[in-house]
């Protein structure tokens, strides 16, 4: 009784699962009605084949010719066939539009949504709900889900086939589909929180594989080689635990409702042995009660196979819609002129945890003015700068931007269309030089490029490399030292020509006179920017009209 009430109670999740599948399911219905009409067929066409047989076992016992009875039923054999080759095809097709609707979907619901709150999740979690999960609900609604329908129906046609031959097979075939029914339940139910299991430790996986990759020279700066690979195995053995445990779990039910059904068909097999001793049948209606004995049973079976799959999806639909529920960021429109960018930010308050990093902070960064945040590592310049850039949301306090002709708008994902920002580290992207500072401005004239590039001090060394701008360079920067992949990010800024442009250490794998020539070129900027740079070089400062340092969650003008 706890588990039924334990599942009743959980019906509205349930519920929200399969009313967030039938929303996705809506422009594809129609293809995947039509290749449930095709297979349909197929069984309409196998039935039909069925009842040839029987004819021509019977005309051959009685000496009747049969030749054009089995001239129909391999023309039936080629066309079920062919309808087989046709379903499959549409399967596959669909299969991989719907399971790209998803990941674009949530795919695109991520990269929309505050980057706070998407990075609670690891890379490789979120790689593998939009891998495996949406993979698995592909395969449900367009396999799965037409399956339970068509199989139902078939399960209905045979019945009634069988029934017209033998009402008493008929109803005994039917009569292990509550058993059948209830063994499903009850092992669908152990399968939906074995699955999760497996998910959960296939997340674990992929997150180690992709940081270990994304950091191997870390790994190996510190001979943790074989320490890695054990890990790896650990998690592999508890990815293989659930895995196993799953199939297990899958086969036992299978078995047992195998077996039932495989006592009818003995229960069938005697029956019509008896009928055909008793010279009461004929041959061939003994492979017509044998053949559709077997019809029954097997849509039943399949039926009950089904349900397992069905829990998997649910499972599934619910991790991915755990990323469906992040909340959206906020976008406004910007009725401003966006030259001259000033930025207010009035009582600010925020925490990663309970503990503030920044308290009660106010700031005025005046249009057209260079101002240097500095302070101790690790006490909140790169915080205040992802607030103004509106990458986290539960924000207590105003963070706004205003222009020279006095108009205002707050800060939200829609103002990030007016600042360049050159984030710490090396942030660049596996491709070509130029693909990675087209990021900066899409619509940029190679002019454009090569203008970013010489106010960067990157010019020169982008020429000299073996494509020039077409040089492929590996994932972050592969190929190309620290500072000159740091000079293509600064490009990727400029190259956007934004009123307002935020530098974190972006010059800091930069030798002094590649950085003073940097700054020069931010100075030659024309129209000339906002210009907020946290830094700890006091090279830098001369540059700057004002210093502002964070100290104690505060900000002291230096």
């Known amino acids: 009784m706890g588990k039924i009430k334990s599942l009743w109670d959980d019906r509205g999740n349930q ?25 349909l067929f197929s069984s309409v066409m196998s039935l039909v084949m069925v009842t040839l047989s029987k004819n021509i076992i019977d005309r051959a016992t009685l000496g009747n010719k049969f030749m054009s009875l089995i001239v129909g039923y391999l023309a039936l054999t080629l066309g079920l066939q062919l309808l087989n080759v046709i379903a499959s095809l549409v399967s596959t097709v669909l299969n991989e539009k719907f399971s790209f609707g998803i990941r674009k979907q949530v795919y695109e619901k991520i990269i929309n949504s505050h980057w706070m709150d998407v990075k609670r999740y690891h890379t490789g979690d979120l ?12 395969d449900g609604i367009i396999g799965t889900i037409p ?14 086939t069988l029934f017209y031959y033998s009402k008493l097979l008929a109803c005994f075939a039917l009569l292990v589909a509550p058993v059948a029914g209830i063994v499903s339940w009850w092992f669908g139910r152990k399968l939906k929180k074995l699955q999760v299991k497996v998910q959960e430790s296939e997340a674990n996986y992929r997150s180690f594989l992709q940081e270990s990759l994304a950091n191997l020279l870390v790994v190996k700066a510190f001979a943790n080689e074989e320490y890695s690979s054990k890990r790896l195995t650990i998690l592999r053995d508890d990815r293989f635990h659930w895995v196993f445990r799953r199939v297990k779990m899958g086969m036992a039910g299978s078995t047992t409702i195998s077996i039932t059904f495989q006592l009818g068909y003995i229960v069938a097999l005697a029956y ?20 559709l004995v077997n019809r029954v049973q097997s849509p039943i079976m399949g039926l009950t196979h089904q349900i397992p799959k069905v829990v998997s999806i649910l499972a599934s639909a619910g991790r991915i819609m755990e ?8 976008k406004e429109e910007i009725a401003m002129k966006t030259e001259h960018i000033g930025v207010d930010i009035k009582e600010l308050t925020f925490g990663y945890t309970d503990e503030a990093v920044l308290e009660n902070v106010s700031l005025n960064v005046k249009p057209g003015e260079f101002v240097a945040i500095i302070g101790e590592s690790g006490i909140g310049k790169t915080t205040l700068i992802r607030l103004i850039m509106s990458f986290m949301s539960d924000v207590q306090g105003d963070i706004g931007f205003y222009n020279a002709y006095g ?23 596996s491709g070509t030089v130029r693909d990675n500072i087209l990021m900066g401005n899409l619509d940029a004239t190679e002019e454009e490029i090569f203008d970013a590039l010489k106010l960067s001090a990157g010019y020169d060394f982008v020429m000299g490399l073996p494509n020039g701008l077409d040089t492929v360079i590996g994932e972050r920067g592969h190929g190309i030292s620290e500072g000159q992949a740091q000079r293509i990010a600064i490009a990727r800024a400029f190259v956007r020509k934004a009123p307002l442009l935020i530098l974190d250490e972006a010059t800091s794998s930069l030798d002094e006179e590649t950085e003073l020539s940097v700054l020069e070129g931010l100075q030659a900027l024309t129209p000339k920017p906002t210009c907020i740079i946290i830094t700890h070089r006091k090279s830098i400062l001369k540059y700057c009209d004002r210093e502002i340092k964070i100290e104690n969650s505060k900000t002291i003008e230096m």
């Open 323 to 330: 990323l469906q529920n992040i909340p959206l960021e906020e």
């Open 15 to 39: 519920y929200k699962y399969a009313k967030w599948l039938m929303q996705y399911t809506k422009p594809y219905l129609g293809r995947i009605i039509l290749m449930m009409v095709i297979t």
């Open 407 to 429: 108009e205002h708008i707050r800060a939200n994902a829609s103002t990030r269309n007016f600042i360049a920002y050159v984030p710490q580290g090396n942030t660049l992207f």
């Open 127 to 138: 790689m593998t709900r939009l891998t495996s999960d949406a993979g698995n609900i592909a």
């Open 147 to 160: 399956n339970i329908i068509i199989l139902g129906v078939e399960l209905a046609m045979v019945f009634f």
């Open 272 to 291: 019509g042995a008896t009928l055909i001793a008793a010279k009461t049948i004929t041959y061939g209606t003994m492979s017509v009660f044998l053949t």
